[in-house]
């Protein structure tokens, strides 16, 4: 059996092909997870600010299938989509990630996510490889932060008890 490494930001050292984002989450574990579990929660902070969800699904258990329409003022529909490769409950999610035909790099990725929570606080680590050049690992850098600016704000208001309506 091949032996799993936990990534720690104090010992990780990236290479040129791979991204690595860590946010923390005024909200217990149990929401962030079901923000990435549920559609029903994903649809409204999943995409950039400015994005908007038009079209999500969401086959939640390893092997199952996900696919994402956005769409905002300044670019027509984007689509991307992927496959669960493990979801260990809780504690970590493995997916395939890439863009459709036109909306960009279409080469897929591997994007880890691994959750940990602390007093009632979730950190989320964010990692995604290989990215076919530096360009291309930068230019999504943005995107991910802005998207994890809509998850950390609908994460709070959960947490609060507040229902938003979709974020853009």
């Not at 409204?44 to 994005?51: D, L, S, T």
């Not at 390893?62 to 905002?72: C, E, F, I, K, N």
């Not at 997916?95 to 909306?103: P, V």
């Not at 606080?121 to 230019?139: E, G, L």
Request: without cysteine; charged residues 25%; negative net charge.
């Amino acid at each position: 059996m091949a032996q799993r490494t936990e990534m720690r930001t104090e010992d990780l050292k990236l290479r040129d092909d791979e991204l690595f984002i860590t946010r923390s989450f005024d909200a217990p574990l149990s929401i962030v997870w079901r923000m990435w579990q549920e559609p029903q929660h994903m649809i409204r902070w999943w995409g950039p600010e400015g994005f908007t969800v038009t079209d999500l699904s969401s086959d939640f258990r390893p092997g199952g299938a996900w696919r994402v329409g956005m769409t905002s003022s300044m670019f027509p529909k984007s689509w991307s989509g992927g496959e669960y490769l493990e979801i260990e409950p809780h504690k970590r999610i493995v997916l395939s990630f890439a863009w459709d035909e036109g909306a960009g790099e279409t080469v897929p990725t591997t994007i880890t996510v691994q959750f940990e929570e602390r007093a009632g606080r979730t950190t989320q680590h964010f990692h995604q490889t290989p990215f076919t050049s530096v360009a291309s690992r930068d230019s999504h850098v943005g995107g991910w932060n802005s998207l994890f600016n809509k998850q950390e704000q609908y994460a709070a208001a959960l947490a609060k008890g507040i229902q938003l309506p979709q974020l853009t």
